[in-house]
């Protein structure tokens, strides 16, 4: 049997345990996406399996005959295996033009709050990304030896930032980050899980008076969410002071929070029984004190849960509790005149697994399982999660200056990754790729140099235009290249109209044409954008 049958043959078999799944009475829904996930695992390594010239469906053994140089390094070798690494992949135009259009949206957000954009490198010192990450430390990719400096590409873009503000004495600032980060992690595609993804931060570093600053990131989230347009969701709302006196009531050791917090945050995956399990069984919890954290950690609500649990015998006498409380109750008031009260939910169940968040912690989840996958009735079963993140990291800048002098921080993460996934699904209809104009057109031979005349006055006007790169293209083949690439507006030029002082412009959409003195066409052209606009 080739590797082709193989594969195929765990695709059907795959295939089946999906379908008894969603058929069965009691549906599984974790269970089901799981499978689902294995599924399109092999169906993806179908796809990229290079196939032989005879079909065996086997990569062939790249090994030369005797007295020939090396398969790989003849022009055209068929058997070099063509792909993207693992978690990556490739944009088309059509792709970008959608990516552009919502980075576009976000920056828009981040602009109208005051922050200003920086940049940092792609990889930074090991020792500055290590131990920031907690269990998830593991996922950083490491990089070899240069020049005696142990390097890492960076893992996000909190930690880097952190190192830029203690390196440059920075003690206040409203940033906003933009760029791709690196994370060796198992890639789940159709979820908008990558290897290699963009993330799209905002952060304020600075002493303010307490929620200000941590409000504004929350409401910054519902912004861009209710901008892109991807559907209904909600931003759960947590404390870590809250989380660290409940463990603390519930007779966790302070040396196992961290870890306690790990195993919390995948309550939004993995039932309470496996998290209970792992808790006990590979953390090390006692039963009773895992008992008691179950009966916090599954409540959620708003400002009638903080009542309740300033209310708590176990909670009242536990200092740090009661700061997490008081903070959360200032932070639903915030929201509350920010009018994003809706939009969010007081949840225990949140965590965030990093080792650096100090304070309020927050997750935005989609409503309604919005599919990311775009096809088969298995991808729709796909969900993407948690769309954004973020909380008080109010200790991290102090790793890195010198005096550890400390500054406070909050941030929040778009995970843009996850919102192309879910709109390149539902994109129907062709997605225009360019942002052209106008295309000047010539109705007959001979005019390829009053072309690139009018052209590069249209472009020193600022406008953005095109033509065909043939001397003497036809008529018809222009105008279908206008309307295939949806460019709104048409300049056709002719020797009688020329000799006339005019041109022809022509709208693409309606057809209409209208002929323009070849003196203000320009004129005209720019007020016809701008009452387009």
Known sequence: MTAKDTLEAAITAQGDVVRKLKSAATKDKAKINEEVQKLLALK?????????????????????????????????NRNLSLKTPKGTRDYGPEAMALRQRVLDQVVRVFRRHGAETID????????????????????????????GEIL????????????????????????????????????????GRYREFYQCDFDIAGTYDPMLPDAECVKVVCEILAEV?????????????????????????????????????????????????????EKGLSEEAVGRIGQFVTLHGGTELIER??????????????????????????????QVADRVSFDLSLARGLDYYTGVIYEAVLLGG???????????????????????????????????????????????ERLFSILEARAGGKTRTNETEVYVASAHKGLHLKRLEILNKLWSAGLKAEHSYKLN????????????????????????ELSRGVVKLREIATRKEEEVALDTFIEELRRRLLSAA
């Open 309 to 338: 649990l300033a209310a708590d015998e176990t909670l009242r006498g536990i200092k740090v509790a009661m700061e997490g409380l008081e903070d959360m109750r200032l932070l639903l008031q915030y929201c509350e005149i920010f």
């Open 152 to 191: 890492a590409l960076r893992y996000d873009l909190t930690v880097p930032f952190a190192r830029y503000v203690g390196m440059g004495n920075v003690f206040n600032i409203k940033r906003y980050h933009i760029a791709k980060v690196y994370r060796r992690d198992n890639p789940q595609i159709t979820r």
């Open 44 to 76: 993806e390594q179908l796809k990229q399996l290079t196939v032989d010239d005879d079909g065996s469906g086997e990569t062939a053994a790249a090994t030369p005959a005797p007295g020939k140089p090396a398969a790989a390094s003849e022009p055209g």
């Open 229 to 281: 347009g991807v559907g209904d969701f909600v931003v759960k709302l947590n404390h870590r002071k809250l989380l660290d006196g409940i463990f603390e009531a519930c007779g966790v050791p302070a040396d196992k929070f961290r870890t306690a917090c790990s195993s919390v945050d995948k309550l939004d995956k993995t039932p309470w029984e496996e998290v209970r399990r792992e808790m006990v069984e």
């Open 120 to 147: 940092t490198p792609v990889f930074e010192l090991k020792e500055v990304l290590t131990g920031k990450y907690g269990e998830d430390s593991k996922l950083i990719y490491d990089l070899k030896d240069q020049g």
């Open 473 to 496: 293209p036809k008529l018809l083949a222009q105008l279908q290249h206008c309307e295939e690439y949806q460019i709104p507006y048409a300049v056709i030029l002719g020797d009688g």
């Open 370 to 416: 919005g599919g990311a996958g775009g096809g088969s009735s298995a991808d729709e079963e796909i969900t993407v999660g948690s769309v954004a993140g973020g909380g008080r990291y109010d200790n991290l800048v102090g790793m890195f200056n010198p005096k550890r002098k400390q500054v406070p921080c909050v941030g929040v993460s778009i995970g843009v």
